[in-house]
């Protein structure tokens, strides 16, 4: 039951980060980018130690803010900025379902 718990756990965080990185992908602010690394730090830091996972947090957040920073100054070229943070967001979606996958094995 506590393996269920937190792998419900994950999947909400999990839909979280997918709705601020869409927000960030529409057009960004620096408070979506806070919001963003509140998540992935909660995220990381809200269970056991998982490589994989801080890393892709951190590619994920490093591509967020490329997006922020450079909407904000109207940098180019904003399409691979967006494919890279797409991307980034996908490899952490991977990380945290095989998380969830193998704690709600675990029951």
């Known amino acids: 039951m506590v393996g269920t718990a937190v792998a419900e756990g994950i999947e909400t965080r999990q839909e979280a980060i997918q709705?601020?990185?869409?927000?960030?992908?529409?057009?960004?602010?620096?408070?979506?980018?806070?919001?963003?690394?509140?998540l992935l730090v909660n995220v990381t830091g809200g269970s056991r130690r998982d490589p994989g996972i801080e890393m892709a947090a951190d590619d994920l957040f490093a591509a967020a803010a490329a997006v922020v920073i450079d909407r904000n100054s109207n940098s180019q070229p904003m399409a691979r900025k967006l494919r890279l943070l797409r991307d980034a967001g996908f490899r952490l979606q991977h990380r945290l379902a095989g998380a969830a996958e193998r704690t709600g094995q675990r029951q």
């Open 19 to 38: 709705a601020v990185v869409s927000r960030i992908e529409r057009g960004s602010t620096e408070v979506d980018l806070h919001d963003l690394q509140t």
